[in-house]
């Protein structure tokens, strides 16, 4: 079951202008494999600079939706990477791999105005 996610603090912080809203969604939609792909690369490749990298890149991206879930694991890879620490890298990269595609799930019916 995907988690529930409260987008208020999101929308509140883009004046509540929807259509902004909207392209800031498609825009992840857009980027969030690719990054996702760098983090997962990174971890294959066991490069701590690479994975910190493009481990914080995800988390400001899921972040700007007050998305704590997949943000949360991407600053937690994040944080080790930089410790030179990549023992949970494989277990925070599965998570990411669940959490990611949920959040972009999660986010779709905001693309479409209510009636």
């Known amino acids: 079951m995907a988690p529930q996610y409260d987008f208020s603090a999101f929308i509140d912080r883009l004046g509540g202008d929807m259509e902004f809203v909207a392209e800031c969604i498609e825009l992840f939609e857009q980027e969030a494999p690719a990054a996702l792909a760098s983090v997962r690369d990174a971890v294959a490749g066991g490069s701590a600079d690479l994975v910190s990298n493009a481990a914080h890149a995800l988390k400001g991206m899921a972040g700007n939706f007050s998305a ?24 925070l990269m599965s998570r990411l791999e669940a959490e990611v595609p949920e959040l972009v799930a999660a986010l779709r019916p905001l693309k479409t105005p209510s009636s």
């Open 68 to 91: 704590a879930g997949p943000a949360a694991t991407a600053a937690r890879l994040d944080r080790l990477a930089r410790d030179g620490d990549l023992s949970e890298a494989a277990a």
